[in-house]
Each structure stands twice: as C-alpha cells, then as structure tokens.
C-alpha cells in the first residue's frame, strides 16, 4: 500500500479553529471523506480537483455505514491517494477513530492523527466560561448520551456523574437528556444545577442558553426530534455569565 490517510479533526465547524497542519494537509488531499458536521466552508479549503466524498452519520437520518466508511478508506488509500479523513470536533472524542484506524492497521495502511478544537471546548469559549475552576470544579467529564442503539447508556457512572463539582459534558445527548437529567436528580444532583445548551457551534444559525438541568430537561423534552447537532454542559460553571 503506498497510499496515507490524515485524519483531521476539523473542530466544530467555523474554519477558523481548525489548525494550520490540518488545513495544510487538506489542501494536499486527493480525497477527503468528509461528516456532515465538518462540510461548508472547510471543505472550500480543499483542491479543485480532490475528489470530496460524503460518509456523515446523523441521528434519524439515512447515514452511511461504518463498515462502508472503513471499506472506502482502504480502497482509496490502495489507489496510492492521500486521503483525508474530516472528522467533526475531536476526531479521538466519540468520532470512531479505532474502528476506523484499526482497519488501517489490518491493511497495513499508514495514518496520522491531527487532533482539534472539540465541542466541549467550543462551547465553553463561546459561553464566555472555563471547562475547569480551583477548588470548585477540578474534574471535566466527557459522556455520550446514546449508546448503538441511540438510547440512553445503562452502565453510567451515576454517582460520578451526580457530582455536583464537576463539569460534565454530554455529547449526543439531546433527545436521551430529559432521562438523563431526571436520573442525575435521583441520585442527588439539584434540579437548579446550571445546564448550557449549545447548538450548530461555529454556524450562522449558533444557539447558546444557559439554564438549569430541570428547565432544560423539560425544555427538550417537548422539542420534537432534533435537526442540529448540540452539546450540553452543567455543573457548576455551567451558569455563569461574562463580565
């Protein structure tokens, strides 16, 4: 095999945050496979001619397989290519980096991994807040809120995830928050707890709000099905305002 493939993790969607090595080997590719979440204008950074090719997964939507996306990359690596792999957010945070790196490893097909602005990050900055605080929030955890088969993981950590002095961040967690948040309160985090809700990061169409773990549950639950991908935080942080 004498093709690479670079996975770039093109953080949560404005060009701006994503990296001078990523953007340098994205303007080297001949062909990127791209998530949806990582298209629009980063992809107006790749050559005329490389070949762009869609494999997004969304929740509720007809997706590409993993095992379609993993087959892809071999194939086009064997063609002697340099592939990019356009990852959203992180790619090493919930993105299937393994599956997709482990069958590479089979092929014996080189890579590297450039890492990038994650969602939790983004959200944070964009809130005018830190992820962390002495004395009062020194533990960031990062959980994802559905599980293969889009619900609600049954093995969460519950009394890690009831304490109130930590900062979590839930990933594709919106349609699974209000179980999620009735649970927490269950096993004693407060209904007041602050919660940021934030969506299409890094878009025209961004959407931040605090409030708490209770009103956001609620606010959710009634929302009908989602069509924009959000991260939520909470925790102690959560609530606070710039100056």
């Given at each position: ?77 064997a063609?002697?290519a ?19 790196i ?14 990038g ?60 928050f ?22 299409s990061?890094?878009?025209?169409d ?6 708490t ?20 935080l ?8 710039p100056?």
């Open positions: 095999m004498s093709g690479f493939v670079t996975f770039i993790s093109a953080g949560p969607g404005d060009p701006e945050l994503l990296t001078l090595k990523g953007a340098a080997r994205l303007r080297e590719a001949d062909v990127v496979l791209y998530d949806d979440l990582a298209s629009g204008a980063i992809l107006d950074l790749a050559r005329n001619d490389a070949n762009l090719v869609a494999v997004g997964k969304r929740a509720g939507r007809p997706s590409t397989k993993q095992q379609h996306v993993n087959r892809l990359l071999v194939d086009y690596a063609t002697g340099r592939v990019v792999r356009l990852k959203s957010g992180d790619a090493g945070i919930f993105g299937r980096l393994e599956e997709e482990e069958t590479l490893r089979e092929a014996r097909i080189s890579y590297e991994i450039i890492p602005v994650t969602s939790a990050s983004a959200a944070a900055a964009q809130a005018g807040i830190p992820l962390t605080r002495r004395h009062t929030s020194r533990r960031v955890q990062f959980i994802t809120g559905a599980d293969v088969t889009g619900e609600l993981p049954t093995d969460l950590n519950w009394a890690a995830l009831a304490d109130a002095d930590a900062t979590t961040v839930v990933y594709m967690g919106r349609r699974t209000p179980l999620l948040a009735a649970r927490l309160i269950e096993h004693g985090l407060a209904p007041t707890t602050p919660a940021l809700f934030a969506e990061l890094g878009r025209p961004e959407h931040v709000v605090r409030t773990i209770a009103e956001l549950a609620e606010q959710l639950g009634r929302g009908g099905a989602a069509t924009t991908a959000a991260i939520i909470f925790g102690p942080l959560a609530g606070d305002h100056s």
